[in-house]
C-alpha cells in the first residue's frame, strides 16, 4: 500500500494535520512514539485565527464550549491593579472571536485523537526519497511508502535531523518555572492576563479553563524548587495572599529562538510546528503558528494528489516569514520582562502586545498580496462557516454568470452587506484570498495558480 501521507508526531500539529488530511480523503498514517497523548501542561492558549481556521475544520463547535474566552490584559503593581487593556481585540477589521480562547493543549489533543488512529510506541528512523515516492523504515523494522511525510516530531525532530537542515539556536540566558495549580487565594482571579511589575516583571498569570490558574515565573537559573517559585509569586501578588490546593503541572523551559533554514526537502518531505521553529511562550504565538503551519500545507498537498495543482513550493515560502516575524515578537516580549531602560517592565510588555497585535491575535498575518477573508454574513449564518476547507470558495455578487466552474471550487453568492460586493473572489481552502476580480473583468481561474 502506498500512502499519501506519512506523519511523525502525534502532538497537536501532528494530529490537526492528519485530520485535516482525513478530511481531504488522503490515506494517511500517523505515528508517535508515546503510548498516549498528552495529560497535562504545555501550551494553555488559541489565538483568534486560530479559531478560524478550528471552523473551516468543523471541529469548532466541540471546542470552543471547553476553554475560557479572555480578551483583557492587566498590568499588576505595588498592590493594584494600575491599567486594563483589550483595545486591540476591538480594532480588528473581520473578526468575529475577538478574544483567545485558554484552553490547555491536553484538551485539543483528547478531541483530535479520538478522531484519528495513531500508532503509537512506534517513530521513524530512516527516510529515504526514491522514484518520486518517500521510503520510511520505523522502529519496529517496518517499511511503509507514501507520496509525503511531514515531520510535525517536535523540537528535536528525527525529520529535521535526519536530512541535515540547520536549526542554529539562539539561547538568551533567560528561564522560566510554569506553575498550574487550584489556588487558595485573596487574589481576584479574574479571566485575564496579569503581568506583574515589581523590580522588574518576572511573573504573569494566564486564566485556564475549569478551576486551573497557570503563573509563569521568571527564575532564570536551571536548579530552583517549588518553593522559591511561590516565593516570588507571593511577592509579585502582595499584599494578597496564596497558596497551592492543588497542582496540576510543575516544569521549566529555557528560552531557544531558532528557525528551520528549509521547511521541505525537494517538496516530498515537510516541517511544521516546533520541528521548523521554536521561541519564548511570551505572546502564546507557539501552538498557533503550528497549527497554522497544518493549516496551510495539508490543503496544498490535497490538491496536488486531488487535482494536480501544485502549489508544494508556496508552503515553505509562506511560512518561514511567518515563523521569522513570531520569534521577533515573542523575543520582544519575554526580553521585556528583564531589561527596561526606565523600570517599566511591565508597562513596555503590554506596549509590545499593541503593536503586535497582528502577531499575537494572528489576524494581521498575510502571504504578500494575500490577506485573510474578513469575516461577514451570508443570509442568516456566517461565511466562515460556509467555507470548505478541501476547495476554493468562488464569492461571487448579483446576477454573475458563471460557467466551467472546476469542481475544486465551490461558489457562495454574497448579498449587499458583504465589505465585497460589487467584485468576485477567490479564496484560498485556508480563507486566505487568492485574488480579487473586478466585477467586469474576465474571469480566468485558470491563471491564477
Same mark, same amino acid.
Given at each position: ?65 471547553? $476553554?475560557?474566552?479572555?480578551k ?14 483589550s483595545?486591540?481585540? %476591538? ?14 493543549q ?12 495513531? @500508532? ?5 528512523? %530512516? ?12 522502529? &519496529? ?10 515531520g ?5 525532530? !528525527?525529520?529535521?535531523?535526519?536530512? &541535515? ?6 539561547r538568551?540566558?533567560i ?20 503581568? =506583574? ?13 475549569g ?8 527564575m ?15 511577592n ?7 497558596k ?9 523551559f ?7 533554514? &528549509? ?6 518531505? !515537510?516541517?511544521a ?8 511562550? &511570551?505572546?502564546?504565538? $507557539?501552538?498557533?503558528?503550528g ?12 490538491m ?6 501544485d ?17 521577533d ?5 519575554? @526580553? ?25 491575535? $494572528?489576524m494581521g ?8 477573508l474578513?469575516? !461577514?454574513?451570508v443570509?442568516?449564518? @456566517?461565511?466562515?462557516?460556509?467555507? %470548505? ?6 464569492l ?20 449587499k452587506?458583504?465589505?465585497? !460586493? $460589487? ?25 491564477? =495558480?
Open positions: 500500500m502506498i500512502y499519501d501521507l506519512i506523519i511523525s508526531g502525534a502532538g497537536p500539529v501532528g494530529l490537526l494535520s492528519a485530520y485535516l488530511a482525513q478530511k481531504s480523503g488522503l490515506k494517511i498514517m500517523i505515528l508517535d512514539k508515546a503510548g498516549a497523548p498528552l495529560k497535562r501542561g504545555r501550551a494553555d492558549a488559541l489565538n483568534a485565527r486560530t479559531l478560524q481556521f478550528l471552523e473551516l475544520a468543523g471541529l469548532f463547535n466541540e471546542i470552543y464550549p471547553l $476553554g475560557l474566552p479572555c483583557t490584559s492587566s498590568v499588576f503593581k505595588q498592590g493594584q491593579f494600575v491599567s486594563r487593556q483595545e486591540w481585540w %476591538d480594532g480588528l477589521e473581520g473578526c468575529y472571536h475577538k478574544h483567545f480562547l485558554m484552553l490547555g491536553a484538551k485539543i489533543e483528547k478531541i483530535l485523537n479520538e478522531k484519528i488512529s495513531v @500508532r503509537r510506541e512506534v517513530e521513524l528512523i %530512516d527516510i529515504k526519497i526514491k522514484n518520486d515516492l518517500c521510503v520510511c523504515t520505523l522502529s &519496529n523494522g517496518e517499511s511503509l511508502t507514501s507520496q509525503y511525510v511531514l510535525a516530531d517536535g523540537a528535536r525532530s !528525527f525529520v529535521r535531523s535526519h536530512f &541535515n537542515i540547520p536549526f542554529p539556536l539562539n538568551p540566558e528561564v522560566w518555572a510554569v506553575l498550574d495549580a487550584e489556588f487558595d487565594t485573596d487574589f481576584p482571579m479574574n479571566p485575564e492576563i496579569v503581568v =506583574f511589575q515589581s523590580e522588574t516583571s518576572d511573573v504573569a498569570k494566564i486564566p485556564r479553563e478551576n486551573i490558574e497557570r503563573f509563569y515565573i521568571r532564570d537559573k536551571k536548579d530552583f524548587k517549588e518553593e522559591e517559585v511561590l516565593s516570588k509569586i507571593r509579585a501578588i502582595a499584599p494578597y495572599k496564596i497551592i490546593k492543588r497542582r496540576s503541572w510543575f516544569s521549566q529555557s528560552v531557544k529562538e531558532s528557525v528551520a533554514e &528549509n521547511y521541505s526537502i525537494e517538496n516530498k518531505v !515537510f516541517l510546528g516546533d520541528a521548523c521553529h521554536v521561541h519564548s511562550v &511570551n505572546g502564546g504565538q $507557539g501552538l498557533n503558528t497549527l497554522a503551519d497544518a493549516v496551510n500545507l495539508i490543503w496544498k498537498i490535497q496536488k494528489i486531488n487535482f494536480s495543482i502549489l508544494l513550493k508556496t508552503y515553505e515560502s509562506e511560512r518561514i516569514p511567518v515563523a521569522k516575524s513570531v520569534i515578537s515573542s523575543g520582544a516580549l519575554v @526580553r521585556a520582562t528583564k531589561f527596561s531602560q526606565s523600570g517599566t517592565h511591565a508597562h513596555d510588555y503590554m506596549k509590545i502586545v499593541e503593536e503586535r497585535a497582528g502577531n499575537i491575535t $494572528g498575518i498575510h502571504y504578500k498580496d494575500q490577506r485573510r474578513l469575516d !461577514f454574513k443570509g442568516s449564518t @456566517r461565511i466562515y462557516s460556509l467555507l %470548505d476547507y478541501t476547495k476554493y470558495t468562488l461571487t455578487s448579483g446576477d454573475s454568470k458563471l460557467e466551467h466552474i472546476p469542481e475544486y471550487i465551490q461558489v457562495i453568492k454574497m448579498d452587506t458583504s465589505p465585497y !460586493f $460589487g467584485k468576485t473572489v477567490l479564496v484560498r481552502p485556508d480563507s486566505y484570498i487568492q485574488k480579487i476580480f473586478d466585477q467586469n473583468e474576465e474571469l480566468k481561474l485558470n491563471m491564477v =495558480f
